[in-house]
Structures are given as C-alpha cells and as structure tokens.
C-alpha cells in the first residue's frame, strides 16, 4: 500500500514538474535537474556522521581517518605537486594500454565479426586466452619486458583488449540482417556497405565496450602498479600500507574514484554527438 | 516490360517455395501478388529483387537477364526498414549516392513534399509514427526513378485509414513516373484498390492459380458497384485456390482435430 502511495506521490510530482517545465526551458536546453544532487546525499551523509563519530571521541579514527584528514592528505600532496606526478604516471599507462588494448580489439574484433572463417580460426583461441585471469601473465610480462613501464602497459593493453574484442565482435554478428539487406538492394560493394551501415549500426555497443575496456583499464593500472612501481596512484596505495599511513591510501583510493568518473564521463559525452539518434529510454529514465 | 519465365526456388532443406511460375508485367502496370501465407508471394519479390537467387529460371527486364540487385528495381519492405541513424531527408536520399549534389537535394524536396513530410525532414525516424516510416521507405524507394517497383506488403501494419491515405500517396508518386509496380498483399480490398491485375497464387508449392483483370477506371470508386463486384471475384478465385475440389477431406480433419481436443 504504502509503494503504491509513494508511486503516486512520485508521477504526480513529476506531473507537477513536467507541466512547471516547458514555460520555463522553451526551447533552450533543459534546465538543470536538481534531482541528480540527491547522489551527493549518500557518501556526504556517511562522511559527515564519520567526521562526527571521531570529532565526539566515539571512534579513534586511526584505521578509518575522518573525511577532514583524508582532505587535507589529498591536499597536501597537491601542494607538494607529489600527487600530479602520481596522478599523470597512471594516466598516461591507461592511456597508452587503452589506446592499443582498443585499436587491436577494434581490429581484431572486426575481422571476427565479418568473417566466418577467420571467427572459427580466431575466437576458440582468443576465448581461452580469455579465461586466464589477467593478473597470472604478471610475472611473464615482467621476464619478457622488464619491470619498468611495457609490462605494465601490456598488462593493461590485454585487460582492455578483451572486453573490446567480444563487444565489436558481438555488435558487428548482431547487425539487423534486415538493414544489411537495404544496402543490397542499393548494390552498396562490401566497403560502402561496411561504412554506411555496418560502422554506424554497430557504434552504440562498440561505445559500451569502450567504456568496459577503459574500467578495466582503470583496474588493471593498480595491479601493474602493485608489482612495482615508483610513482603512480597504485605506489600511493603499496607505500601507504607499508607506512601505515590509512589517510594516503583513502586518499589514493579517492584520487581512483574521480579520475575513473571523469574519463568515463568524457568518453561518454564526448561520444554523445555520434548516438543522438538512438531510440532508447536513457534520455528518460 | 518485365518477364519471370519457368522460375522455380528450392530452398536448401528442401522446400519447394516456388514452382514454374511463368508473368509478364506491361509497362505502366500494377500487378497485385495474392494468396494465402506460405505460397511464395514475398519469396517470388526477393527473386526479382536480386535477394534471393532462384533455382531455375529467369529474370527478364526489357531484355535484359537480371542477377542480383539491379538499379532499376526498387522494393518498399513490409517494415519500413530506416536507417535510424540518418535523419529523414537523408533516408530519402539514401539510394542517391551516384546523382549530383543539386540534383540530389531536388529530388527529395519534391518527394519529401509528395508524401507530406516536409517539415519533418531533419528528424530521426525514431521520431515519426509508423505510417509515416513507411512512407519515407516509398519515397526512398521512388526517388530512384525505378523502372519496377516492388512492394512486399507495405501496407499491412497500419490501420484502415493510415492505409488507405497511404495507397493515395502512393498513386501520387506512381502516376509521376509510372512505373511497374509488383504488389504483394493478402487484403483483397488493396488489390482492388491498387492492381490491374490480381495475381491469385496457391501455396504447396507455390504456384499462379488464376488471373484476373481488374480494369477499373481510376480514381475507383470503393463504394461502387463494380469495385464490389471485383472484390467478390478476386475472394471467390482466392477461396478456391485455399481449399480445391477436396474440401471435405478437410472437414473431416478438422472434426478429427476437434475430437482430439475435447
């Protein structure tokens, strides 16, 4: 009963703001939806209520800093330009292992995708590979490229490679037999028909495999990181532990957080343009 | 002139979609294409469309043996078929590629204005309701100027009034340039509305069972008596085609089927 109520208070409330809107937005962009902010709720009440616990003497706040110290780690490696060093060292290994990890798995990904034979030839060896959990070509990668930046960046490139591999592969085999179709009819040769029809249909969920590879990227720049590193927000994390030092490492955690938001936002937006014509819900929900 | 001569297609599990048919379309004519399901009447449209290859016989469009897609063939799709990534005029235009820039945008002004859409012309098809896709697929489809236009039931997911305003827009655009038009349908009414011909096919494999002419003068007349008449023709031939001389065996399998159910 009580669902049933809140869903009504709900759809009326955006009746309400639905009838409010046009007058004001017309024709201009939407005006700002003040109901994202209701994300911030969550984690600024937990931090605050922590800051409290230990500001009252409730909680000793040595394992678990309070927000107010964590911010002025952060801060003070800011200051001390140390946490750019860090911050660019991991930026530019996801860049570089995200860029070759994505153009082969573009590459590769296309071709199993176009043609049955190099699929058969491909996919079982590709899927198997795969199965390994990335972490265990580690110490392979570091007696093949050293223990400087290639292996890590490789470690990367392959963390990426996957997921961008299956989803090209997937989108290209589940392109409408039916579109397909009408560039036959307009006697479109195979590259046309692969510009005009295949590239754009499969752009969508060639975006969302992207955006796995890169969160995965993200992933796999902490465990390059752990195997020795000397900058890098994954060092931040190694040498906060063996100092003991908890707010660096929360700190480092934090620095994680955002940078993986940002480039997944920028990728998205950036990307925008391209899948305006999508018909789905997402603009709605 | 368009010529289909002894064409038979086999598929490879071996059903036998189409047996002999034998049709000669006259410039300027619209044949309707009737039957029951399964009687090969959209598999016959992917063969002239150069879809589908055919297992036997040919293909003739003014003498010219036709393999495969050809320019002069358009075809409008039972589903509208967008690509939802160009905007409408852009759809339009898709099969436009070899015309010049001018020319191009010319030519889907004028079609964009034939069916009514001009002030949709930069929107998503995602945008417009589904009579309205499908008549940016039949503009797509006439702005190429084809000789043979083909139409694989275009018309049978609309409502009544959506059709019926959809079958003028497309006398509209026919009578510009005239072309042939292959019609597939399994509602009488658009046949009569539509054809000079009714081609009644019978499934089984699928065959020309009868033709009838359909010479009325246009516009026709829905209400008219011999509009009627012509309706109870084509569905008479097409009641025959379904169930030939053995109607009674039928029956009986029917009260078998019914006793099995009860």
Request: charge should be positive.
């Amino acid at each position: 009963m009580t669902g049933q109520a809140q869903s009504h208070a709900w759809s009326s409330h955006k009746g309400a703001a639905a009838l409010a809107a046009p007058p004001l937005a017309g024709k201009k962009r939407q005006a700002f939806d003040w109901r994202i902010l209701l994300g911030f709720l969550l984690p600024i009440a937990i931090a605050l209520l922590w800051e409290a616990a230990v500001a009252l003497g409730l909680a000793q706040g040595r394992l678990v800093p309070p927000p107010s110290r964590i911010a002025a780690t952060l801060l003070a490696l800011a200051e001390t330009g140390e946490l750019w060093t860090h911050v660019w060292a991991t930026l530019w290994r996801i860049l570089i292992g995200f860029v070759i990890g994505a153009a082969a798995g573009i590459a590769i990904g296309a071709v199993s995708g176009t043609s049955t034979t190099m699929r058969r030839l491909l996919d079982p060896t590709l899927q198997a590979l795969r199965a390994i959990p990335s972490i265990a070509w580690v110490p392979l990668f570091i007696l093949w490229l050293g223990i400087f930046e290639e292996s890590k960046v490789a470690l990367i490139a392959v963390g990426v490679f996957f997921p961008v591999y299956l989803g090209i592969a997937g989108a290209i085999l589940s392109v409408d037999r039916k579109l397909v179709e009408v560039g036959h009819v307009f006697r479109l040769s195979r590259t046309q028909l692969a510009r005009r029809i295949l590239l754009p249909a499969v752009l969508p969920e060639a975006l969302i495999a992207l955006r796995s590879g890169l969160g995965l990227g993200f992933m796999f720049v902490v465990a390059a990181e752990f195997m020795g590193a000397s900058e890098g927000l994954g060092y931040l994390l190694v040498d906060g532990q063996q100092m003991g030092k908890p707010d660096q490492i929360l700190a480092a955690i934090i620095a994680f957080a955002l940078l993986g938001k940002i480039a997944d936002s920028l990728l998205v937006y950036g990307t925008k343009p391209l899948v305006r014509w999508q018909d789905t819900v997402r603009e709605r929900l | 002139m368009l010529n289909l001569e002894h064409l038979s297609k086999t598929y490879a599990d071996g059903t036998r979609a189409l047996s002999d048919i034998n049709l000669s379309v006259r410039e300027a004519e619209i044949v309707a294409l009737i039957g029951g399901s399964g009687c090969g009447k959209t598999t016959l449209l992917r063969l002239i469309a150069g879809l589908d290859r055919a297992s036997a016989g040919t293909i003739r469009l003014d003498d010219e043996v036709l393999s495969g897609p050809h320019p002069a063939i358009g075809i409008v799709f039972q589903e509208p078929r967008l690509l939802p990534w160009l905007t409408v005029s852009d759809n339009i235009a898709f099969g436009l590629d070899g015309v010049s820039a001018a020319e191009r945008k010319a030519r889907v002004a004028h079609a964009l204005e034939k069916i009514g859409l001009v002030e949709h012309a930069d929107r998503w098809p995602r945008d417009l309701s589904g009579g309205q896709q499908q008549r940016v697929a039949i503009a797509r489809a006439f702005v190429t100027n084809p000789k043979v236009l083909l139409l694989d039931e275009p018309f049978s997911a609309l409502d009544a009034f959506t059709r019926a305003s959809l079958h003028e827009h497309l006398l509209g655009l026919w009578e510009e340039t005239r072309p042939i038009v292959v019609l597939v349908t399994h509602d009488v009414q658009e046949a009569v509305t539509l054809a000079d011909r009714a081609i009644v096919m019978q499934p089984k494999p699928g065959r020309i069972f009868d033709e009838l002419s359909l010479s009325l003068a246009r516009p026709r007349d829905k209400s008219g008596l011999p509009f009627e008449s012509s309706v109870r023709r084509v569905l008479s031939a097409l009641d025959q085609s379904l169930n030939p001389p053995q109607k009674q065996p039928q029956r009986e399998k029917d009260r078998q089927a019914a006793a099995l159910w009860w």
